[in-house]
């Protein structure tokens, strides 16, 4: 090339498909799917968005919200935070199965999500806003999950994208709205990619990842995993 020639025109900036098959830049796919993640708890439940002090997510009006499964749900995390209040960081003998023993060992205890939102709820009073920090982790994380999940299976692009987002806010879901533990039951797809990862590659680090997460499954509460 001589200073006279010019130089060559570079080609449009646009979307080319990924080594995993996918069409969109694996950047690009996960920096929308932390937005679809992150927009899409206020999509669905924009009431609970304008109100988190006092406004829980429910599948129907309100009048449906007041002995349904959100009241269930925040009674639960409110036993579970009385008990670290006195230092009793187990659900053994709890009044919701009185006068049988050790029946609640074996329910949905929510040790995880009690855990993660005992200072907020604490700290603010609170009760509806710890239930709905818990549940926006669940809409966050299970969305996160699913897309990690689906690009794996079909490259980091708008099949993969679309399917999370699906997989998190599906009819099903919708449904059972009121019910968070469904959508903690999505972090099932974590363990599913590690161990997806292990398989193809054979890294014990990944299979450590796999047990490890599947452990975190457990104490978020298997009855969503089961659903």
């Known amino acids: 090339m001589t200073a006279t020639d010019k130089p ?9 498909p990924s080594p995993d098959g996918g069409f969109l830049r694996p950047g690009t796919f996960h920096l929308l799917l932390i937005v679809a993640a992150l927009a899409g708890p206020v999509g669905f439940v924009p009431r609970v968005a304008m109100s988190p002090m006092t406004a829980v997510p429910c599948g129907g009006d309100l009048s449906e919200c007041r002995l349904g499964d959100p009241i269930i749900g925040v009674s639960v995390l409110g036993r579970a935070w009385d008990r670290m209040d006195r230092g009793e960081p187990w659900n053994q003998d709890d009044r ?7 029946t609640w060992a074996l329910g949905e205890g929510r040790p995880l999500q009690a855990l993660i ?7 603010t009073g609170s009760f509806a806003l710890g239930y ?7 809409c966050i994380l299970t969305t996160l999950a699913a897309g990690g999940f689906f690009s794996r299976l079909a490259g980091t692009g708008w099949p993969a994208l679309v399917a999370a ?4 806010w599906a009819p099903a879901r919708l449904n059972n709205l009121s019910v968070d533990v469904t959508l903690w039951g999505g972090l099932i797809l974590l363990s599913l990619s590690f161990g997806l990862d292990y398989l193809r590659g054979g890294r014990r680090s990944r299979l450590l990842l ?18």
């Open 8 to 16: 060559p025109e570079r080609e449009p900036d646009r979307p080319r």
């Open 96 to 102: 919701v199965f009185a006068p049988y023993r050790d």
């Open 117 to 123: 939102t005992y200072p907020i709820a604490r700290g």
């Open 132 to 138: 709905n920090v818990e549940y926006l982790l669940a």
């Open 165 to 168: 987002v699906a997989f998190t």
């Open 210 to 227: 796999f047990a490890s997460s599947l452990l975190v499954v457990g104490f978020s509460c298997l009855y969503g995993t089961t659903m």
